[in-house]
Structure formats: C-alpha cells, structure tokens
T-cell receptor
Framework: GENVEQHPSTLSVQEGDSAVIKCTYS??????FPWYKQELGKRPQLIID?????GEKKDQRIAVTLNKTAKHFSLHITETQPEDSAVYFC???????????FGRGTSLIVHP | SAVISQKPSRDICQRGTSLTIQCQVD?????MFWYRQQPGQSLTLIAT?????????ESGFVIDKFPISRPNLTFSTLTVSNMSPEDSSIYLC????????????FGPGTRLTVL
C-alpha cells in the first residue's frame, strides 16, 4: 500500500518568514495530494490540494508543488502569521481508491 | 463542502462500557469514513461505511470492537465497545465532497477519555 513520509515533525519560524513542509510517497499510482491544517482542538481542514497532472498550485500565501518523478510534494507558506500555527498533514491517494494515506503531521509554530 | 456534525463532542467513560458516536451530514453521500486520532498523532482510518452494506475495516480494527451502522445516506454511527484507556482518542467521521476528485471533509470530532 501507499506510504507517506512527512518532514519535519516540528517547524518553528518567525512571523514573516517562509515555511516549507515536505512529503514523499511510495505509490506511483497516487494522483491526488491534499494538505490539511488542524488547529488545536479543531477538525482537519483542507487548505489546498494538487492533482498529478499539475506541477504547482498557488492560493494566496500558500502553494504546493509536486514532483511525480521523485514522488515528492511540498507545501510552501510565505509571509507566515501567528494564525498559521497549527499541525499540517499531507496525504496521497492512489488512483482508484477513495482513501488517502496521511503523513504523520508537522507542527508549525509561528513566533510573533 | 458538506456540513458534518457529530455527537457527542466529548465524553468521559468508564472502562468496560460502550459509547456510540453519531455522524450527521447535510447532504447525501455514498461513502462515510471513521478515523481515530490518538493524542499528537496522525489520522488512522478505522473503517469505510457504505449505505446498505457492511462496513469495511482496516487492518487492526474489528467489527466486534468498533461496530458501525449506516442506515441511510446522511447518517452513520460508530460504537466503541468494551472500552479501555487505550481507546482514549479523538474519533472523526469524514465524507467525500461532491466534485469529481472527491476531496474528504471532516466532522468536528468526538474527544473520548476512558478512565
């Protein structure tokens, strides 16, 4: 089955800095890669996703890149703000499956 | 995106008892999913529930411990049976979105503490 590795487990940045979270996946058949943000005590919320036919997608301060050859994808957050502090989960879903495999999560701390 | 509600939002239970968690969606969905999130951990799929058929359980989860009902296209329940402190977790239901790529959306979760 699919295996998703996520790094780093904890990321601490100063407000205004950029943050990058990286994930690798094992199943070359995976074609959908969502990212979720989970604030303390809240549900995971989908913040951005990318399909396998796209190399990059951007939404305001967040962007995701996908390298299918290397089987890795990354979340980029620019101009970080304290409200970006949360746990971020990447996931990969193989074609033909409705079930994504989640990474272990990255705790992002943005210091004011 | 679908609006998902769960009951209860939290509970504290004694070991050996059972708790049934309800998940209600504001639109009809084919597939509903139940996840467990242990403290500080990632999301682990317990089972997939389709209306009109038995739930499909992931490795490590069994029907006797986590019976699931799916009586219609907007509702599902998960029961945590014969609880032990190791069952203390957040339990989340999830549904697919309606677009062609079927993003998953999560309910608010049920925080369970077993004493």
């Amino acid at each position: 089955g699919e295996n998703v590795e996520q790094h780093p487990s904890t990321l601490s940045v100063q407000e205004g800095d950029s943050a990058v979270i990286k994930c690798t996946y094992s199943d070359s058949a995976s074609n959908y890669f969502p990212w979720y943000k989970q604030e303390l005590g809240k549900r995971p919320q989908l913040i951005i996703d990318i399909r396998s036919n796209v190399g990059e997608k951007k939404d305001q301060r967040i962007a995701v890149t996908l390298n299918k050859t290397a089987k890795h994808f990354s979340l980029h957050i620019t101009e970080t703000q304290p409200e970006d502090s949360a746990v971020y989960f990447c996931a990969a879903r193989p074609g033909g499956s409705y079930i994504p495999t989640f990474g272990r999560g990255t705790s992002l701390i943005v210091h004011p | 995106s679908a609006v998902i509600s769960q009951k209860p939002s939290r509970d504290i239970c004694q070991r050996g008892t059972s708790l049934t968690i309800q998940c209600q969606v504001d639109s009809q969905v084919t597939m509903m999913f139940w996840y467990r999130q242990q403290p500080g951990q990632s999301l682990t799929l317990i089972a997939t529930a389709n209306q009109g058929s038995e739930a499909t359980y992931e490795s490590g989860f069994v029907i006797d411990k986590f019976p699931i009902s799916r009586p219609n296209l907007t509702f599902s329940t998960l029961t945590v049976s014969n609880m032990s402190p190791e069952d203390s977790s957040i339990y989340l239901c999830s549904v697919e979105g309606s677009d062609s790529y079927n993003e998953q959306f999560f309910g608010p979760g049920t925080r369970l503490t077993v004493l």
